[in-house]
């Protein structure tokens, strides 16, 4: 029995050690902007008006492709919106919406209100997938290539700037 | 120059501490019992040269010398010589510098206050007190060297963090660090009392002065740091179970427990390897909590930089700490012979053992399970108030019954003799308490128990004091002011009220009773600092009360830093507590106010739970 103790104090201390070691070479500051340059993670995002699912495959297929998280509840996000309808006329780039802890029927709405850029419609109702893309807060947005490289990373709202900046790029 | 002197003394200690080791090894050899001179001398000296390094440090914080890296970095020449002095430890290297002052100072004073215990002990002790402050003398000197050079010369400095410039921060490390720190000396003296088989109770009055006064001060510096985080951080409140906090709460706990199974080895020459266990277990926490806010596993306030390195180290250093330890500890192990009676004083300290090591792990869990998450499964959690006020509130209920009747329980065996003046006692806890409940017109069955319990607790500690002609004066106020401390949360926490709204310059606004008015801003110039100070006036409308409240943004040119600043309003009765800050692009300020019952009271119970450790230490003194 004694033997038994000892082990499994032993076992806990180095396992408890171990995690201690590895937990040393995380990052604990909560941060994004180490994304740019690597790839997308993989991705499988209901789609709002249907039962259709999409992945990595379905934005191979664009030059560029915007992802844009989005509320309708989400003040920032009404005024970023006339940008994307902007973006939305050019012919190099989908935006992909992902529509983050909401009602479908607040989104449609506000999608009827303003109009809709979104070549893609998906939604997030728990927040949970866009976490996974490394979004802390919306309106945030991702620009990737066909390869699905993370080109650029806007937090907040997109502005004229970011617009010049994002139509410089996908020109090229 | 005072880099080059720095770096010197520094030296010159690790050379000391070596020679330390050689000493007493060679003197362990010897057959007679007395400790060779020169032991005592080079120890002296190692404290000498130890505090001579340290006010090098400070020489070089007050005549702003560039040329040392850690004063560039933390320091600034307009800065207030008050805090050009506190700057010294307010920062990593620094801290780590005041560290081994305590391991040497403390290692000298066990060697020369223990003359009547063996040889052999007093030796491995100060053996294994030299190897844990080289240790971190080797760290200092080549990872974190406090008195690095810097070339070329700056010429200014880039200024201490704000929220480090405050009268409580100067005195907070020093007091916990003669807690946590000074807990290391019982570490060494359990490691020598199992490899020389001291154990019996003379081991115990050995250390008990040393477990005295690292508790008295480690209650003293969690206060202290807890009353900079309302004053000062403005977290507006005593306590928020965050991991910092915890880190040292926790040898808190342990040093508790083992106080208490103290008096069983002393008295009854019994638990000898729990008391062992207990005694490493402090230390080990102590270096736990350093490890995981140094290395900036855990972020806040005290983690001055994000760098690995220090954290391998650490991490090095306590795993050794454990492995030899536990080493040690299990070859040593003998399985205790006597029995204790279930109805004993000694069982009634087991049980309050038990308690603290039940709070020891819940804590402990609470802190290490997001980072255990975070290292296996990549998710982001963080444990909150939630978490521990559900574990540990109704477990305190129990524990403040077993607080009251446990001092007056006798040794060996004992009889239920006073069971009436319990009965009485707790009725006149449940009268009160609902006397008190009825007054505010609140309820809620949690803290009517919390409030029952601790007026239990602390009525019978009053009656003690009437009742027994010799009773332990330490004792009864450290219990009392425990339980005025868990009552004064209790309805703290009950009463509190807080209220979260935007106002701008010239706007009234009225919440329940209370009515808002921000009167003014005024911008004022201050020797580092711009200051944005808010006009208030709150109206309690049931109490007819009127307030003026100031609370401040401050904006900080060296580092370019905001801090808010609380307007705190104290009497005896309550505290008026009021922050406002900016928001971005909107003439709206954010208020948060809060009016919170007996606040002072938490202060002054903890102070007096202090008291009662300095004053058994006297009395320990006084006896043996």
């Given at each position: 029995?004694?033997?038994?103790?000892?082990?499994?104090?032993?076992?806990?201390?180095?396992?408890?050690?171990?995690i201690?070691?590895?937990?040393?070479?995380?990052?604990?500051?909560?941060?994004?902007k180490?994304?740019?340059?690597?790839?997308?993670?993989?991705?499988?995002?209901?789609?709002?008006?249907?039962?259709?699912?999409?992945?990595?495959?379905?934005?191979?297929?664009?030059?560029?492709?915007?992802?844009?998280?989005?509320?309708?509840?989400?003040?920032?996000?009404?005024?970023?919106?006339?940008?994307?309808?902007?973006?939305?006329?050019?012919?190099?780039?989908?935006?992909?919406?992902?529509?983050?802890?909401?009602?479908?029927?607040?989104?449609?709405?506000?999608?009827?209100?303003?109009?809709?850029?979104?070549?893609?419609?998906?939604?997030?109702?728990?927040?949970?997938?866009?976490?996974?893309?490394?979004?802390?807060?919306?309106?945030?947005?991702?620009?990737?290539?066909?390869?699905?490289?993370?080109?650029?990373?806007?937090?907040?709202?997109l502005?004229?700037?970011?617009?010049?900046?994002?139509?410089?790029?996908?020109?090229? | 120059?005072?880099?080059?002197?720095?770096?010197?003394?520094l030296?010159?200690?690790?050379?000391?501490?070596?020679?330390?080791?050689?000493?007493?090894?060679?003197?362990?050899?010897?057959?007679?019992?007395?400790?060779l001179?020169?032991?005592?001398?080079?120890?002296?000296?190692?404290?000498?040269?130890?505090l001579?390094?340290?006010?090098?440090?400070?020489?070089?914080?007050?005549?702003?010398?560039?040329?040392?890296?850690?004063?560039?970095?933390?320091?600034?020449?307009?800065?207030?010589?008050?805090?050009?002095?506190?700057?010294?430890?307010?920062?990593?290297?620094?801290?780590?510098?005041?560290?081994?002052?305590?391991?040497?100072?403390?290692?000298?004073?066990?060697?020369?206050?223990?003359?009547?215990?063996?040889?052999?002990?007093?030796?491995?002790t100060?053996?294994?007190?030299?190897?844990?402050?080289?240790?971190?003398?080797?760290?200092?000197?080549?990872?974190s060297?406090?008195?690095?050079?810097?070339?070329?010369?700056?010429?200014?400095?880039?200024?201490?963090?704000?929220?480090?410039?405050?009268?409580?921060?100067?005195?907070?490390?020093?007091?916990?660090?003669?807690?946590?720190?000074?807990?290391?000396?019982?570490?060494?003296?359990?490691?020598?009392?199992?490899?020389?088989?001291?154990?019996?109770?003379?081991?115990?009055?050995?250390?008990?002065?040393?477990?005295?006064?690292?508790?008295?001060?480690?209650?003293?510096?969690?206060?202290?740091?807890?009353?900079?985080?309302?004053?000062?951080?403005?977290?507006?409140?005593?306590?928020?179970w965050?991991?910092?906090?915890?880190?040292?709460?926790?040898?808190?706990?342990?040093?508790?427990?083992l106080?208490?199974?103290?008096?069983?080895?002393?008295?009854?020459?019994?638990?000898?390897?729990?008391?062992?266990?207990?005694?490493?277990?402090?230390?080990?926490?102590?270096?736990?909590?350093?490890?995981?806010?140094?290395?900036?596993?855990?972020?806040?306030?005290?983690?001055?930089?994000?760098?690995?390195?220090?954290?391998?180290?650490?991490?090095?250093?306590?795993?050794?700490?454990?492995?030899?330890?536990?080493?040690?500890?299990?070859?040593?192990?003998?399985?205790?012979?006597?029995?204790?009676?279930?109805?004993?004083?000694?069982?009634?300290?087991?049980?309050?053992?038990?308690?603290?090591?039940?709070?020891?792990?819940?804590?402990?869990?609470?802190?290490?399970?997001?980072?255990?998450?975070?290292?296996?499964?990549?998710?982001?959690?963080?444990?909150?108030?939630?978490?521990?006020?559900?574990?540990?509130?109704?477990?305190?209920?129990?524990?403040?019954?077993f607080?009251?009747?446990?001092?007056?329980?006798?040794?060996?065996?004992?009889?239920?003799?006073?069971?009436?003046?319990?009965?009485?006692?707790?009725?006149?806890?449940?009268l009160?308490?609902?006397?008190?409940?009825?007054?505010?017109?609140?309820?809620?069955?949690?803290?009517?128990?919390?409030?029952?319990s601790?007026?239990?607790?602390?009525?019978?500690?009053?009656?003690?004091?009437?009742?027994?002609?010799?009773?332990?004066?330490?004792?009864?106020?450290?219990?009392?002011?425990?339980?005025?401390?868990?009552?004064?949360?209790?309805?703290?926490?009950?009463?509190?009220i807080?209220?979260?709204?935007?106002?701008?310059?010239?706007?009234?606004?009225?919440?329940?009773?209370?009515?808002?008015?921000?009167?003014?801003?005024?911008?004022?110039?201050?020797?580092?600092y711009?200051?944005?100070?808010?006009?208030?006036?709150?109206?309690?409308?049931?109490?007819?009360?009127?307030r003026?409240?100031?609370?401040?943004?401050?904006?900080?040119?060296?580092?370019?830093?905001?801090?808010?600043?609380?307007?705190?309003?104290?009497?005896?009765?309550?505290?008026?507590?009021?922050?406002?800050?900016?928001?971005?692009?909107?003439?709206?300020?954010?208020?948060?106010?809060?009016?919170?019952?007996?606040?002072?009271?938490?202060?002054?119970?903890?102070?007096?739970?202090?008291?009662?450790?300095?004053?058994?230490?006297?009395?320990?003194?006084?006896?043996?």
């Open positions: 029995m004694q033997n038994i103790i000892k082990l499994i104090t032993v076992f806990i201390l180095v396992f408890i050690l171990t201690f070691y590895l937990s040393l070479n995380r990052s604990s500051n909560y941060d994004t180490f994304l740019v340059g690597n790839k997308l993670a993989d991705i499988e995002l209901k789609a709002l008006e249907s039962e259709k699912f999409f992945t990595n495959n379905d934005l191979k297929n664009n030059n560029y492709t915007l992802i844009n998280f989005w509320a309708s509840w989400c003040a920032p996000c009404r005024i970023e919106h006339q940008f994307l309808m902007i973006l939305s006329k050019n012919e190099n780039i989908k935006i992909l919406g992902v529509n983050f802890k909401d009602k479908k029927i607040n989104a449609l709405n506000f999608l009827e209100e303003l109009g809709d850029p979104y070549y893609y419609l998906a939604m997030d109702s728990s927040g949970k997938q866009s976490v996974n893309f490394g979004i802390y807060g919306i309106p945030e947005s991702i620009l990737v290539d066909n390869k699905l490289n993370i080109l650029k990373k806007i937090i907040g709202p502005n004229e700037k970011d617009l010049e900046e994002i139509e410089k790029i996908i020109k090229s | 120059m005072l880099s080059n002197i720095g770096n010197f003394l030296f010159l200690n690790i050379l000391l501490s070596c020679l330390a080791i050689y000493f007493s090894v060679s003197c362990l050899k010897t057959t007679n019992d007395l400790v001179k020169k032991i005592y001398q080079t120890s002296l000296l190692q404290c000498t040269t130890i001579i390094s340290f006010f090098t440090l400070v020489a070089a914080f007050i005549i702003s010398d560039f040329s040392v890296i850690n004063v560039y970095e933390n320091s600034h020449s307009q800065k207030p010589l008050f805090y050009k002095i506190s700057g010294t430890w307010g920062n990593h290297e620094g801290s780590l510098l005041l560290w081994v002052i305590i391991l040497t100072v403390f290692s000298y004073l066990f060697l020369i206050l223990n003359k009547n215990h063996p040889k052999n002990y007093r030796l491995y100060l053996v294994i007190q030299n190897l844990l402050i080289l240790g971190f003398l080797i760290f200092i000197l080549f990872n060297n406090p008195f690095s050079f810097v070339s070329p010369l700056p010429n200014e400095g880039l200024g201490l963090n704000p929220i480090l410039q405050d009268p409580a921060l100067a005195i907070h490390p020093p007091l916990l660090y003669v807690g946590f720190v000074g807990s290391s000396i019982y570490f060494s003296a359990a490691m020598a009392s199992m490899i020389t088989n001291y154990s019996d109770k003379l081991f115990a009055k050995s250390i008990k002065t040393w477990v005295l006064i690292s508790w008295s001060f480690q209650t003293l510096g969690i206060l202290v740091g807890s009353i900079w985080a309302y004053y000062e951080l403005g977290w507006g409140g005593f306590w928020f965050d991991p910092v906090e915890n880190a040292s709460l926790l040898p808190w706990f342990a040093m508790t427990a106080l208490h199974s103290l008096l069983v080895l002393e008295k009854r020459n019994a638990l000898y390897f729990w008391t062992i266990i207990l005694c490493l277990l402090t230390f080990i926490l102590s270096v736990t909590g350093t490890f995981l806010v140094r290395s900036g596993i855990l972020n806040s306030v005290h983690t001055f930089a994000n760098d690995p390195t220090r954290g391998i180290y650490i991490l090095m250093y306590l795993s050794l700490m454990i492995l030899a330890s536990v080493y040690i500890l299990f070859t040593r192990y003998k399985p205790a012979s006597i029995e204790i009676n279930s109805n004993s004083k000694e069982t009634f300290v087991l049980v309050n053992n038990w308690f603290m090591m039940f709070y020891l792990i819940t804590v402990l869990l609470g802190t290490l399970y997001p980072i255990f998450t975070d290292a296996m499964t990549n998710n982001k959690i963080s444990v909150g108030p939630p978490f521990y006020n559900s574990v540990i509130i109704p477990v305190v209920v129990l524990f403040l019954f607080m009251a009747i446990g001092p007056n329980v006798k040794w060996i065996k004992n009889k239920f003799i006073n069971f009436k003046i319990y009965l009485l006692i707790f009725l006149a806890a449940v009160l308490n609902f006397i008190i409940f009825s007054f505010f017109k609140s309820y809620s069955v949690i803290s009517n128990l919390i409030v029952i601790s007026l239990f607790l602390i009525f019978s500690s009053i009656f003690d004091i009437f009742k027994k002609s010799s009773y332990n004066f330490p004792r009864v106020i450290s219990h009392l002011s425990f339980g005025f401390l868990i009552l004064f949360i209790g309805l703290n926490h009950n009463f509190s807080e209220k979260d709204f935007n106002l701008k310059v010239g706007e009234t606004k009225q919440i329940d009773n209370f009515k808002f008015y921000l009167k003014d801003l005024k911008l004022t110039q201050d020797t580092n711009k200051t944005i100070t808010g006009q208030l006036k709150v109206n309690d409308l049931f109490t007819k009360e009127e003026i409240l100031k609370p401040e943004i401050r904006i900080y040119d060296n580092p370019k830093t905001l801090t808010y600043e609380a307007s705190i309003q104290s009497n005896f009765l309550r505290d008026y507590y009021l922050s406002m800050s900016n928001i971005d692009r909107s003439e709206y300020y954010n208020i948060k106010f809060q009016k919170k019952p007996l606040m002072i009271w938490i202060w002054i119970s903890v102070a007096t739970l202090s008291l009662g450790g300095f004053l058994s230490l006297i009395r320990h003194a006084k006896y043996n």
